[in-house]
């Protein structure tokens, strides 16, 4: 079965700061994709970052880039010199190679302080 | 090209209605989701269809709610018959299917209130 898990409910930092949001996935599979999604504050979802779990490499887009551990089965998203904008609800996701379901974690609220 | 449109934005219903959510994805996706989201139990799969076919129906959604997919282009979610505890945001999805790491595309959402 698949699962994934936001252990932070909120975190608050100041603003140009660099924050690490965790999250932690269970898969029976061997090839599965790991998914980073904000929602603002309007309801809006939008997709940020994706990591390939055949990929060595940590993806990065922007100011946004992630921890992959695959041992751990653990993917960070950390972003660097944070932005009020980017005050958000974050949601980790993952999807099996062979499924086209997306299973969410609970979601992390990030409060950026001026 | 237009991105995933819900309707209605908002919607009333009182207990024991029946109420019907509509969704068109993204022009030339053949994977469309339901899902509902409320601030207890977050984001949850309601329904998955790839290309008009139900590949995951929501187990313990499955008395009430019922999605059907009429056509690539258009979706509903009905809900019957409705209970207060279904209040929440309901969120419909699409993404491409040739794709298997191909992101999600979300409408905005309807938001129930049922009395």
């Known amino acids: 079965a698949q699962k994934v898990t936001q252990t932070q409910t909120s975190i608050s930092v100041m603003e140009k700061t660099t924050v690490t949001m965790d999250c932690v996935y269970e898969?029976?599979?061997?090839?599965?994709?790991l998914f980073w999604y904000k929602q603002t504050a309007s309801g809006e979802i939008v997709f940020l970052i994706r990591?390939?779990?055949?990929?060595?490499e940590n993806a990065t887009v922007g100011h946004y880039s992630l921890n992959f551990q695959k041992p751990k089965s653990s993917i960070g998203l950390i972003i660097t010199a944070t932005q009020i904008e980017d005050s958000a609800v974050y949601f980790c996701?993952?999807?099996?190679?062979?499924?086209?379901?997306?299973?969410f974690g609970q979601g992390t609220k990030l409060s950026i302080k001026p | 090209d237009a991105g995933v449109t819900q309707t209605p934005r908002h919607e009333v219903a009182e207990k024991g209605q029946t109420i019907i959510l509509k969704c068109e994805p993204v022009?030339?996706?053949?994977?469309l989701f339901w899902y509902r989201q409320t601030k207890i139990q977050g984001l949850e799969l309601l329904s998955y269809?790839?290309?008009?076919?139900?590949?995951?129906d929501g187990g313990a959604f499955k008395d009430r709610f019922k999605a059907e997919m009429l056509n690539s282009s258009f979706s509903t979610l009905k809900i019957q018959p409705t209970e207060p505890k279904d209040s929440a945001v309901y969120l419909c999805?699409?993404?491409?299917?040739?794709?298997?790491?191909?992101?999600?595309?979300f409408g905005h959402g309807t938001k129930l209130s049922v009395l």
């Open positions: 999805a699409s993404s491409r299917t040739e794709i298997s790491n191909e992101r999600l595309f």
């Open positions: 898969t029976q599979d061997s090839s599965y994709f």
């Open positions: 990591q390939d779990s055949y990929k060595k």
């Open positions: 996701a993952m999807r099996n190679y062979n499924q086209g379901k997306l299973i």
């Open positions: 022009s030339g996706h053949n994977d």
């Open positions: 269809f790839r290309s008009k076919s139900l590949m995951e």
